[in-house]
């Protein structure tokens, strides 16, 4: 998994590609890529677009919220009851790029401006870990 | 989407009604009075957190003459848990189809 803050709940998924970090970043910003491997959307490469990802199990609703190019890519991600941010981090490598997706829950401090109890997932999450453990 | 996380999360999110669950996981059974005394609220507050708490399936109670002694129920936090491992599953599972797509994109 990863570093994860006391608040914090995150999944996070790294992978080496052997494509340049532009290539990679074109798959992660356009929309019809995107289709391709991920959901149809109705994406748009604007810090603040709102779009949706359609899914068979039904829609996942996003914001862009960091755009660095070729480097970073980040939108609000809200489906099943639950509010995060997925994040693609982009690292070139000799051999081509290092791709990391972090899906992180809201921390404390930001639930207030989501609209309160449903944020706090993460944070209970993350203080019940110790008890959910024991249940293998 | 699915009912019973909701009424997870909701219980979960008073900070509160999370203490009396922590609580009850750490100690054991505990009675309203117990609780009452740990958590520094009224015994009436005590017994509507309770409730929700039942509700999301994550306490239960046994009733011994006058008293009923609360116990957690902690397996009810797995639809929680399992979003993770959810979650990890589809993000490969994504992330695999995102490899095949640069690889079309070669040509």
């Known amino acids: ?136 | 989407m699915t009912e019973p996380q909701d009424l997870l999360f909701s219980a979960l999110a008073d900070p509160r009604r999370r203490a009396i669950f922590e609580r009850l996981c750490r100690t054991g059974a505990q009675t309203v009075g117990d609780l009452t005394t740990f958590s520094g609220v009224s015994q009436p507050a005590v017994s509507k957190h309770i409730g929700a708490l039942k509700r999301a399936g994550l306490v239960s109670g046994r009733t011994e003459g006058r008293q009923t002694h609360y116990s957690a129920t902690p397996a009810a936090l797995a639809p929680l848990r399992d979003w993770t491992t959810r979650m990890t599953d589809f993000w490969e599972a994504r992330i695999d189809a995102l490899e095949d797509v640069l690889k079309r994109m070669d040509q």
């Open chain 1, 1 to 136: 998994m990863t570093e994860e803050t006391p608040q914090t709940r995150t999944v996070t998924v790294e992978r080496t590609l052997p494509h340049p970090p532009a290539k990679v970043w074109r798959a992660l910003t356009q929309p019809a890529l995107i289709a391709d491997w991920l959901m149809p959307n109705d994406f748009a490469l604007t810090s603040g677009h709102r779009f949706t990802l359609t899914g068979e199990w039904g829609a996942v609703d996003c914001e862009v919220r960091t755009i660095e190019e070729a480097r970073c890519l980040s939108y609000t991600w809200v489906a099943m009851g639950v509010d995060t941010v997925v994040t693609f981090t982009l690292t070139p490598t000799d051999a081509g790029t290092h791709l990391r997706m972090e899906q992180a829950g809201f921390r404390t401090d930001q639930a207030q401006a989501y609209g309160g109890a449903r944020a706090a997932w993460g944070q209970l999450l993350a203080a019940l870990e110790e008890v959910a453990s024991g249940l293998d």
